[in-house]
């Protein structure tokens, strides 16, 4: 269910990419307002994740995440019904805080009922979201194209709601609601070793692990925000669909991956390191080099991140205590998500004010240098015993 979640949380978002460029033309954006579109969910998602985080303490991550869901078929499907740039800004914050409502939840719930197994049911659940934001940039067009008038794009915010509604009837369904007995005795088997300070940074805290997860956001949301937008200005557009379905289909096999060597990977410095410079290097040949080569770098900045967000989403239920853990993956998010926000929507603002379409990329390179230098300098190596 888990999985499953995790799919239906990004299909919505991610079916809006492929689209941009008709979205754009019908309801003649500029690069500033289509840039605050892409990026609109992030600052949803940051500004509530953190009171999010406050209330799963309250009501429970099983409610949460299932009042998460509604909202993200509400806005999916309301937003199919008034084409224009306000009810679209409106519903699409709407889609975005029910997303956050389950996001913020779900690590708190793999605590509680995968506390040995942390590392494996993250990576889990990161497979979901990758499986999710493959099918809705890949399939978007397609489904337009084939089952819907040609450029209707307002009819593929109704196709992506359906699945989402049939996610939340299973889990509902599905999901025990009373899980006190088997908390008391996992945490008990796997109690957490309190991470040591550090002389440089002191003991790690949620807002500085925002950074890591926000950039890692910032340049997955970003590349897929300017993908259609830059190669219709560098006057390559059928490479397009190509470029944004390897971009999200390269997460696919590094997320299983990193399935596979959850246990060894999560909570080590070196991974950070390693995949923010793929990014740094991907993103300058992004510009740099032959355009017929962009397939090869979406490849590398998609498994990247998907590698980068799976190990700093899983490092709140490593390192905090038990009811401490939805405080720090709310906080966590709240800082990642307004410093990915700004990543698209910088971007598109300096591209209207420059009018260089590469511009545009320059807040994702930055986002690497930040990984980069956090990679090097935090205290993020677990200990053996934990």
């Not at 890949?138 to 196709?159: C, E, K, Y």
């Not at 307004?338 to 511009?359: E, R, T, Y």
Request: net charge positive.
């Amino acid at each position: 269910m888990i999985v499953l979640v995790g799919i239906n949380l990004r299909t919505a978002l991610l079916a809006v990419p492929p689209i941009v460029p008709l979205l754009s033309h019908d309801l003649h954006l500029t690069y500033t307002q289509t840039g605050l579109l892409t990026s609109l969910p992030t600052l949803v998602m940051g500004v509530s994740s953190l009171p999010i985080g406050l209330l799963i303490g309250r009501w429970g991550g099983r409610i949460m995440v299932a009042f998460g869901l509604l909202l993200v078929a509400l806005g999916a499907c309301l937003r199919a019904l008034w084409p224009a740039i306000l009810p679209l800004y409106f519903f699409t914050a709407l889609l975005s805080l029910g997303s956050a409502c389950s996001q913020t939840a779900i690590p708190a719930l793999i605590r509680q009922w995968f506390s040995t197994q942390i590392g494996l049911a993250t990576a889990l659940y990161s497979d979901g979201l990758v499986i999710g934001e493959t099918l809705g940039a890949m399939l978007t067009i397609p489904v337009m194209l084939n089952w819907f008038v040609r450029d209707s794009w307002a009819s593929t915010f109704v196709f992506w709601s359906i699945p989402v509604v049939i996610a939340l009837a299973l889990w509902l369904w599905l999901v025990p609601a009373n899980i006190v007995n088997q908390r008391r005795v996992t945490f008990k088997q796997a109690e957490p070793t309190p991470h040591k300070p550090s002389h440089r940074f002191g003991s790690i805290n949620p807002w500085v692990l925002g950074l890591l997860v926000g950039g890692a956001q910032l340049i997955y949301f970003g590349t897929n925000a300017w993908i259609a937008s830059y190669n219709q200005a560098v006057h390559a557009p059928g490479l397009t669909w190509l470029a944004l379905g390897i971009l999200n289909a390269a997460q696919l096999p590094a997320s299983l991956l990193a399935t596979l060597l959850a246990h060894k990977l999560v909570g080590r410095k070196l991974p950070f390191i390693i995949c923010a410079l793929l990014c740094l290097i991907a993103l300058v040949c992004w510009i740099w080099t032959p355009i017929v080569l962009e397939p090869l770098w979406a490849a590398i900045i998609g498994g990247t991140t998907i590698i980068l967000y799976t190990l700093s989403i899983a490092l709140p239920a490593l390192l905090a205590k038990q009811e401490e853990v939805a405080l720090w993956t709310g906080t966590m998010l709240t800082v990642g998500y307004l410093f990915s926000f700004l990543g698209s929507f910088i971007g598109g603002w300096l591209w209207d004010m420059v009018h260089i379409p590469a511009i545009a990329f320059l807040p994702l390179a930055l986002a690497s240098g930040v990984i980069l230098v956090l990679g090097v300098l935090l205290p993020i190596q677990r200990s053996p015993t934990a």
